[in-house]
């Protein structure tokens, strides 16, 4: 469902129409898109153009050539809970709009590495934060990674900045890490909606996630697509 909604990222295309096209794509599947009146949120998938960090509603607004536009997909489907994300380019971006997306990707990844048993919930922020300074990006601090499984939001929160969570991992847990990395300043506001966080001087954000499982040698990615 990540993928689809992400397929359809074009100019010309409003963050509601996706909205509704996967909405009804994951209702086909037999599943129930989880944002959906979760705590009021009026979508079934959050959607981050540009400034916007994330718990973007969709709306009217127009994506135009050159955006980039986050995708937070997460159902509910026989009995557990799924959540991943990840930011997408609509038709040709400038090349730092390039590059802030292949590095919060790569943070992404270099968090995964880190989880095994045995490891210390700590890595995960370090290597968010490693990936980061690589072009002084912003880490975004005020929003986690989470467990996650039979209820949607559950401990541990998984930090993607430098910290000291002393949490160790085990087989079988399972969270999500999903690092958001600003341009400029990591700075931000909650418009009046309640929902939607934007970077307080304007520059643009990217945010991927997976769900990992940890695993008796390591880890297992259980948001991969197929």
């Not at 970077?199 to 499982?213: C, I, N, P």
Request: proline share 6%; with cysteine; hydrophobic share 40%.
């Amino acid at each position: 469902m990540l993928d689809f909604a992400c397929s359809l990222a074009a100019p010309g295309v409003s963050t509601d129409a996706i909205d509704a096209e996967v909405h009804e794509a994951i209702v086909a599947a037999g599943a129930y898109p989880a944002p959906y009146n979760y705590m009021g949120f009026p979508k079934s998938i959050c959607a981050a153009p540009n400034e916007v960090i994330c718990h973007g509603i969709p709306d009217s607004r127009i994506l135009e050539e050159g955006d980039i536009v986050s995708f937070d997909v997460s159902i509910y489907a026989d009995g557990v809970f799924g959540d991943n994300c990840g930011t997408v380019a609509v038709g040709a971006a400038d090349d730092a709009a390039n590059a802030l997306v292949a590095t919060t990707q790569r943070a992404l990844d270099d968090a995964l590495a880190t989880v095994k048993p045995g490891a210390c919930l700590t890595a995960i922020g370090d290597a968010c934060a490693d990936a980061a300074a690589t072009r002084d990006y912003g880490v975004v601090r005020q929003y986690c990674g989470h467990g996650i499984g039979r209820v949607f939001h559950a401990p541990p929160l998984v930090q993607h900045c430098r910290n000291r969570d002393a949490f160790t991992l085990v087989p079988g847990h399972v969270f999500t890490i999903e690092p958001m990395l600003t341009e400029r300043s990591p700075e931000l506001y909650v418009a009046d909606d309640g929902w939607t966080v934007v970077t307080r001087d304007g520059g643009r954000a990217a945010q991927f996630e997976h769900m990992v499982l940890v695993t008796d040698d390591g880890h297992e990615v259980l948001t991969l697509p197929e």
